[in-house]
């Protein structure tokens, strides 16, 4: 499925697609691909979520959250301690990563578009 995103408000259909952890392709004007990282970026921090983009050279953008990692510390803590803490955030951080990561691939514009093509995995 391929969705277009031509203007600035229709960068939520491509959050609504992240939320849902659903797969699909959406052709970005270029005047929008940086919108759509900062708000890819910030639905990140928001949700406590990992979104990790790969670049068509297979180089790796990954905006981290550290949502898993604090509450894994903070139930750790309550339980044990310091000791519990540390355990506790190493936990929450495998648990977080494991349960709340979206892959998105960057592919470069087909012949004859310029269009920047988004691929959620």
Do not use: W
């Not at 005047?31 to 900062?38: F, G, I, N, R, T």
């Amino acid at each position: 499925m391929s969705i277009q995103i031509g203007i600035q408000n229709e960068i939520v259909k491509l959050l609504a697609f992240v939320r849902a952890q659903g797969k699909a392709k959406f052709a970005v004007t270029p005047e929008l691909v940086e919108a759509c990282y900062d708000a890819l970026r910030r639905f990140a921090r928001d949700n406590n979520l990992d979104i990790e983009i790969i670049a068509p050279s297979q180089t790796r953008v990954a905006f981290f959250t550290g949502g898993g990692t604090f509450a894994g510390a903070a139930l750790g803590y309550m339980a044990a301690a310091v000791p519990g803490a540390i355990v506790g955030a190493g936990a929450g951080a495998i648990v977080g990563y494991a349960s709340a990561h979206v892959t998105i691939r960057m592919h470069p514009p087909g012949p004859g578009s310029q269009l920047a093509i988004l691929e959620i995995a």
